[in-house]
């Protein structure tokens, strides 16, 4: 084999990495947004976004009159048939069949909700066992729906209220704002004390409202009265809009079953992006070096068989030199990806992998570890990342000089503090890391806080339980 065609091959080997590499990193680079986001919509003003909550109250109202009228109806009437059919059994599968409608009713009234801008979320079905039994229980032991048929009944005085407040601010604003048009217009007619006026004339007690003058007061009470109806309607929808949050929101075992629910899906969520991430890593990174390795290595045995007599040495030399290099790099991304998944340091303890964690960050660390209880793995290791990716904000963002790290238990919790001097401003959706950190500790039953005036200092304390 000439020095040339192993020159050849060597740059082949060497080209077929960089363009793994290569495509990589051009897959990695996010999209050009502005090609295909269109021009912002315009900003609505003031002016305009009261006069659509007007107009969504107005429509709530309206609305209100049938849950007014037929609510507590259905109400009556689903107590009435299943209470009353109860002692022959007949009543308890049409009473549960009646509370089951409350609950689609009820959600019907949570979407209208937004209308008064409470926007509510969705009460998770009840647990329901196979069966018409099953199915009967479920439904007569439903809190929510028990809840709907309260809020049916209590619809009838909050709903009567809202409506008489608007009627009578445009009903009556509308008569009064138009009066100086019409209050001669009547035929003339004598009173009770034998006083001719239009019979169109509006009076108080003795005093007629028969001038231009009276007249043109009106007129500008009834048009008070309109500018100010949209927010006499907002006021009077006070009760409604906290009869619907109190009553129609789930409860907080629905609350919680829900969570565990969002919990799941984005676990799921994770756990496939996070294998698609290991799969592309070992693909493009240390699978693609071990196959240059393989070719490096079929190279040097071509060679050696080529070269009878010894005269490719330097040839041999340089790539075993590049097979060696190659099989480096390899094991130092395998063990960097196998220290994604678990750092081999906190088989030591959470104290001696945060100690070797706080030693290798720019920024000078004071460490305080306060534990009596070893925590669970899992939360070893979410404490792990949560001090990490806190480190790696302050280093990236905050500009600070010095931070410290607090790690302490109160019974069964851990509280982990990560405090800074430096510029301040962090907050959670801020696209600094602290939206993921919040979803991982929400996983586990914990939680974050942030206090992170502009300026500094800013302060992280993070609370998890010990036991995952």
Not at 165 to 180: K, N, S
Request: glycine letters at 8%.
């Amino acid at each position: 084999m000439t020095a040339a065609k192993l020159s050849r091959c060597r740059s082949l080997s060497r080209r077929s990495l960089d363009d793994r590499k290569d495509v990589n990193v051009e897959s990695a680079s996010p999209p050009e947004l502005g090609a295909e986001i269109g021009p912002p919509p315009p900003m609505t003003s003031d002016r305009q976004r009261r006069q659509s909550r007007g107009l969504q109250e107005f429509r709530y109202v309206l609305g209100n009159l049938v849950v007014a009228v037929f609510g507590p109806l259905y109400v009556l009437a689903v107590l009435f048939v299943g209470v009353g059919l109860a002692v022959v059994l007949a009543g308890i599968p049409l009473l549960a069949l009646g509370l089951a409608g409350a609950r689609r009713w009820g959600a019907v009234e949570a979407r209208r909700a937004r209308l008064l801008d409470v926007w509510l979320d969705r009460t998770p079905p009840p647990p329901v066992r196979p069966g018409l039994g099953g199915w009967t229980i479920a439904h007569l032991t439903d809190a929510s729906a028990w809840r709907v048929m309260l809020y049916l009944v209590a619809k009838l005085p909050t709903a009567s209220t809202a409506f008489v407040t608007a009627t009578a601010f445009y009903g009556l604003g509308a008569v009064l704002a138009t009066y100086p048009v019409w209050f001669r217009m009547g035929a003339s007619v004598a009173d009770e004390e034998g006083v001719v006026k239009p019979e169109t004339t509006l009076r108080f007690d003795s005093f007629y409202f028969d001038t231009w003058l009276s007249a043109l007061a009106l007129g500008l009470a009834g048009v008070l009265m309109l500018i100010l109806a949209p927010r006499a309607i907002h006021i009077s929808l006070a009760p409604d809009r906290l009869l619907s949050w109190i009553l129609l929101r789930p409860g907080r075992g629905a609350e919680r079953i829900r969570d565990l629910e969002d919990m799941r899906a984005r676990t799921l969520d994770d756990a496939t992006s996070a294998l698609r991430r290991i799969e592309r890593d070992l693909h493009d990174g240390a699978q693609a070096r071990l196959v240059t390795l393989a070719m490096d290595l079929g190279l040097i045995k071509q060679t050696l068989e080529d070269d009878d007599s010894g005269q490719n040495k330097q040839q041999i030399r340089d790539l075993i030199e590049i097979a060696h290099s190659n099989a480096k790099e390899a094991l130092t991304e395998l063990r960097n990806l196998a220290r994604g998944f678990h750092p081999p340091i906190l088989d030591s303890g959470l104290d001696a992998a945060l100690a070797s964690l706080t030693n290798s960050v720019k920024v000078p660390v004071d460490l305080s570890i306060d534990l009596y209880d070893r925590p669970s793995p899992a939360i070893e290791a979410i404490s792990y990342f949560c001090v990490a990716e806190l480190l790696t904000n302050v280093v990236k963002h905050s500009d600070a000089t010095r931070t410290s790290v607090r790690v302490s238990q109160r019974h069964d919790m851990i509280r982990l503090e990560v405090q800074d001097d430096g510029r301040g401003g962090a907050r959670i959706g801020a696209g600094s890391g602290l939206t993921g950190l919040a979803e991982r500790l929400r996983r586990v039953d914990g939680r974050i806080t942030v206090n992170s005036p502009v300026g500094g200092p800013t302060i992280i304390r993070a609370h998890l339980p010990l036991r995952a």
